[in-house]
């Protein structure tokens, strides 16, 4: 069974549109503590402006979305569905809690609750990102699919946040917000794949799981507001 869900963010601007529109998709996971998952990036887009440049991207807000967690089969067919409420952004990490607004609905989509590890990994530690690839299927659609990509953790590299690990193939558009696993457990939430040209191009950076506690224990105090912090420019989705 796979681990994570996939994640859309929709939006209506009501004075220019007649419907809601895709916005920006990715992965999502659920926790056993509670809540569920996803990257800040895919479901409050006008928080990063280094990834979302567009002018229009910053009419949109909260008022203006809706959020859906899907269960996709291998062929990339939603077999199941529910709708959450506005995330919890972390303030300075790509990382946000989502809640179904049905309670009993994570149950039905079938993906199982994932404990966090708290554990310190040691280079080279074997890890697998279980999460959906996305590809272009039309204009006004995308296929997405299942994927899990193995890897092994390099360290925190370059002076920042980031913890990075190293994939046995280059991580897809739609896997942020991915589960990065260590055996059965948790141990972080893909954040971005550093681009060609950077000295670490080619790696993912992940949110390690003792910062995603602190925002799944603090998430009925969070907001929505703060800017996300520039060490993520240059990351891409």
Known sequence: MASSFAVST???LPEHMS???ILSRGSAFRLTG???VASAHVLAPWRF?????EEWVRAVGPEHTRYFLERRNTAGIVTACTEACAPV??????????TPLDATALDALGAPALDLALKILQDGA?????GHNIEEAGEDDDLVVPEVVAGSYVGRLGGGPQHFMRTDSLLEQGMCGAPVMSGSACVGVVEGI????HPLAGLAAFVPAAELSEIVAARSDAGEHGAPPESLAGLVM
């Open 89 to 98: 952004c972390h303030a300075e990490r790509d990382a946000a809690v989502l």
């Open 19 to 21: 419907r809601f529109d």
């Open 126 to 130: 074997a890890l697998t990102v279980d």
């Open 34 to 36: 509670g809540g569920v």
């Open 10 to 12: 929709w939006f209506r």
């Open 49 to 53: 402006p280094a990834y979302f440049p």
């Open 194 to 197: 550093v681009p060609e040209g």
